[in-house]
């Protein structure tokens, strides 16, 4: 059994993980806590110490310990950071842009330092997911989240195919590069009708929105720019605007 008490606290305590949410986009974005933390704790574990160490100097935020913690290493860093935490270090984990743990690192951390009854602080922030659902206009008072779905097309048609009947919001990633192919797919297994929403670069210079019937989204995103990161959403099936 794992058991943590609150922290409100500013101050970085000892034998502490922090899970930090950082901008998605606009550094505005970032809780006075979460700097104030950052630069306290003994190290930060990153996915990438270049974006890091870049955020956290425009953030004003320098001279940090930094290791990278990503797909590749988590497991052992998990470990190792366990152990730092256990011999009284205090460690912030930060994804790249977000709030750790969805569709980023994170996960494999926080179950460790649970099994050890090692206290594990959030910080709540900044999540693509939440910023999306709020400004959607499609219901959130359920919502499925289910990260990237497979890159191969008869993997994504067979998701569609399952969820065709689906009672609440589908929230999903997709890259720039499959974005189109996407959006085609569920007009093929869900219907030209189906209210989704496309969401590009989400509080960033060229946030963009796309809403209503999914035909009609599809011709909106062939006349605009593919670059950036795409969050779509799904509308439940009995779902009309």
Known sequence: MSESTGNSSLTALPGHLYVVATPIGNLADISERAKAILQQVDVIACEDTRTTG?????LGLTH??????HDHNEIVAAEYLCGQI???K??????????????????????ACRLQNLPVVPLPGACAVTAVLSASGLPTNRFY??????????????FFEKHRDFDSTIVLYES??????AVAEI???????????????????HESFWIGAASEV????ERASRKGEFVLLIAPVDFAL
């Open 176 to 181: 720039c590069h499959r974005i189109d192919k």
């Open 90 to 111: 205090s460690v912030a984990v930060v994804s790249d842009a977000g709030t750790p743990g969805l569709s980023d690192p994170g996960f494999r951390l926080t179950r």
């Open 187 to 205: 007009v093929q297994t869900l219907g030209p009708q189906r209210v989704i929403c496309v969401a590009k670069e989400v509080t960033k210079l």
């Open 54 to 58: 870049a955020l956290l100097s425009r």
């Open 86 to 88: 256990a011999a009284g």
């Open 145 to 158: 989240f289910v990260g990237f779905l497979p890159p191969k097309s008869a993997a994504r048609i067979t």
């Open 64 to 69: 940090k310990t930094l290791t990278a913690y």
């Open 218 to 221: 599809q011709a909106q995103l």
